[in-house]
């Protein structure tokens, strides 16, 4: 059983060529036009950044080694202050426990 047709493909009908008709021209007058790099005084193009932001490798090694160098520098100093306030804690804890331990002792001994 063959049906015809949809009231939307009867409607819609020859819209997509036609839309790649469009765009086919739209992209022949693109390439009409001309580039824009032609476009704009010759002192801006002299000035314009170039296409490396970073230097070459052989360059950047000093600083990468630095830079590497002072966080890790940072990261014992943290660790050496962390092991130095739990050596402190437990100084304290001992200190503590030790006067505990003495008082006791001394009341017995009375």
């Known amino acids: 059983m063959a049906t015809g047709p949809t009231d939307w493909e ?13 765009a086919r021209q739209i992209q022949q007058e693109k390439q ?9 005084s010759e002192q801006v193009k002299q000035s314009a950044p170039g296409m490396q932001p970073k230097p070459p490798s052989h360059v950047r090694g000093g600083p ?14 943290g660790a050496k202050l962390d092991r130095a306030r739990e050596l402190k804690e437990a100084a304290i804890e001992r200190r ?3 006067n505990s331990h003495e ?3 001394g009341d017995k001994e009375r």
Do not use: L, V
């Open 64 to 77: 990468d080694r630095q830079a590497h160098g002072e966080r890790m520098a940072k990261d014992d100093k």
């Open 96 to 98: 503590g426990s030790e």
């Open 10 to 22: 009867n409607q819609n009908r020859g819209k997509a060529a036609s839309a790649f008709d469009k």
């Open 103 to 105: 008082k006791g002792r």
């Open 32 to 40: 009409k036009e001309p580039p824009q790099a032609q476009r704009g």
